[in-house]
Nanobody
Framework: QVQLVESGGGLVQAGGSLRLSCAASGRTFSGYFMAWFRQAPGKERAFVAAVNQDSTGTYYAHSVKGRFTISRDNAKNTVYLQMNSLKPEDTAVYYC???????????????WGQGTQVTVSS
């Protein structure tokens, strides 16, 4: 079992920045592929970004590429999502997830956090 707890969400104006954190406990964090997803009201959960186990590979949705940066610190069992140049359409609940392999499909991830709300005002 892996327990994931997100933090860092909030209300920010368009053009601003936020940094989300996801702290993991339980089984070996460094063995998991980590990802961020988001879900806006009335929409399906969507892939945002992912990082492989040793941080040698990162992956981004087209809509956030160049604005968001995913990173992880295996010594701290934490994955981060730095979000810059935020837009109102980035408003959603953001979830971190842990899984065994690279995938943009939420179905491939075994463990999920409870989510943190990000609201971007225009």
């Amino acid at each position: 079992q892996v327990q994931l707890v997100e933090s860092g969400g909030g209300l920010v104006q368009a053009g601003g920045s936020l940094r989300l954190s996801c702290a993991a406990s339980g089984r070996t964090f460094s063995g998991y592929f980590m990802a961020w997803f988001r879900q806006a009201p009335g929409k399906e959960r969507a892939f945002v970004a992912a990082v492989n186990q040793d941080s040698t590979g990162t992956y981004y949705a087209h809509s956030v590429k160049g604005r968001f940066t995913i990173s992880r610190d295996n010594a701290k069992n934490t994955v981060y999502l730095q979000m810059n140049s935020l837009k109102p359409e980035d408003t959603a609940v953001y979830y971190c997830a842990a899984g065994p392999r690279a995938s943009a499909s939420w179905l491939e991830y075994d463990y999920w956090g409870q989510g943190t709300q990000v609201t971007v005002s225009s």
